[in-house]
């Protein structure tokens, strides 16, 4: 039997008592990576209703701009934004996320204590090593929550056993083919406010920024546009305004195509 003590940083929470299980959890491996991917679909979910949970691996701290605590400061103002029950940090080395027993146990305590129906995650290839690196990561911490030998204690108690029901992964920069599309265009909006929460690392349009820091790949002015363009030509795939692309890890079935006739 192998056991691990995980006591992960609760960065945001939405009220003292616990709202777990979730229904779905998004796991990213920076503090503004799960708003700039899934955004949309997150403000979606929260407004219908649903319990969402993000779980981000580092804190950013090799980031070329901002620091550690601004980050943090910015992930909880995106939190409320996007209406989260809790989110969390792992505390994994930013630029480093190794394959190792105690990663893979830190990834498995978020699965056993928010028990999602749904789960997203980076994809295999992507610009970011830690994004690839993260892929790899979750695969492996997927297949372990639901082993019985691996006991996991969070806060004082030992999980149980638990594997997601379904897996799912974002867009990051380097584009895939979805294998669907989920319609955000009534909550855009909600994304972009929480994506520009996230101020020490983006462009945020009438805001001035510091010109000792350099510029990056995502403080541009252009990779805004890139986001917008991105959602805009996902969303005239299927007729809409602005849509966001998933791909599943495993094929998806349906009992019956009336699921579909909502």
């Known amino acids: 039997m192998l056991q691990y003590d995980i006591c992960p940083d609760i960065i945001f929470q939405r009220s003292a008592l616990s709202e777990t299980p979730v229904d779905m959890l998004v796991i990213a491996a920076h503090p503004d990576d799960a708003e700039l991917s899934c955004g949309g679909v997150v403000a979606q979910m929260t407004a219908e209703g649903r319990r969402v949970a993000i779980v981000e691996c580092t804190q950013g701290e090799m980031a070329s701009r901002g620091n550690v605590e601004l980050r943090r400061q910015e992930a909880v103002y995106a939190a409320r934004i996007l209406n ?7 505390h994994i080395p930013d630029g480093n ?3 190792s027993a105690m990663n893979v146990a830190k990834i498995v305590a978020a699965l056993r204590y928010f028990r999602p129906n749904i789960l997203l995650f980076p994809p295999e290839f992507d610009r970011h090593p830690d994004h690839e690196s993260l ?7 997927y297949f372990h929550s639901g082993l019985t030998k691996l006991e996991i204690i969070v806060f004082g108690k030992a999980l149980e056993p638990y594997r997601p029901k379904r897996l799912f992964c974002y867009m990051q920069t380097y584009e895939f083919e979805p294998d669907f599309y989920v319609d955000v265009s009534a909550h855009f909006d909600t994304k972009l406010q929480a994506y520009f ?3 020490s690392q983006v462009y945020v349009p009438g805001a001035v920024q510091s010109r000792d820091e350099p510029q990056t790949f995502i403080s541009s002015p252009e990779f805004l546009e890139f986001i917008k363009a991105r ?3 996902f969303g005239g795939k299927i ?3 602005y849509a966001e692309g998933l791909y599943s890890v495993e ?7 009336s699921a579909l006739l909502r």
């Open 135 to 141: 892929h790899r990561l979750v695969r492996k911490a």
């Open 84 to 90: 989260l029950c809790e989110r969390w940090n792992l």
């Open 251 to 257: 094929p998806l079935g349906f009992a019956t195509l």
């Open 239 to 241: 007729g809409v305004e």
């Open 231 to 233: 959602a805009r030509h």
């Open 197 to 199: 929460a996230h101020a």
């Open 97 to 99: 996320i190794a394959d």
